[in-house]
Nanobody, 126 residues
Framework: QVQLVESGGGLVQAGDSLRLSCAAS????????MGWFRQAPGKEREFVAA????????RYADSVMGRFTISRDNAKNTVYLQINSLKPEDTAIYYC???????????????????WGQGTQVTVSS
């Protein structure tokens, strides 16, 4: 069992940066594929980024490529999402998720993830 707690969201202006954190409990964190998803008001949840258990492989949604960076520190049981050059369309609740049985490749399908955090709100004003 893995419990996930996100933090770092807030109200920012367009062009600002934020670093979201996701602290995980559980001894098997380092074996999990970790992902970030987001859900904007009135929209479906969408994939943002994922990182392999060792951190060597990452995957990003096209919409965030070049602005978002996912990383993890297995010693701290934490995964991060660095967000630069924030845009109003980045406004959403951001969720981290863990896949305990990852298949080859980094899944962008939320149905493949087994554990979810409660989310952290990011609001970007123009």
């Amino acid at each position: 069992q893995v419990q996930l707690v996100e933090s770092g969201g807030g109200l920012v202006q367009a062009g600002d940066s934020l670093r979201l954190s996701c602290a995980a409990s559980g001894r098997t964190f380092s074996r999990h594929l970790m992902g970030w998803f987001r859900q904007a008001p009135g929209k479906e949840r969408e994939f943002v980024a994922a990182i392999s258990w060792g951190g060597a492989t990452t995957r990003y949604a096209d919409s965030v490529m070049g602005r978002f960076t996912i990383s993890r520190d297995n010693a701290k049981n934490t995964v991060y999402l660095q967000i630069n050059s924030l845009k109003p369309e980045d406004t959403a609740i951001y969720y981290c998720a863990a896949d305990r049985d990852p298949q080859p490749g980094l899944s962008a399908d939320g149905n493949d993830y087994d554990y979810w955090g409660q989310g952290t709100q990011v609001t970007v004003s123009s």
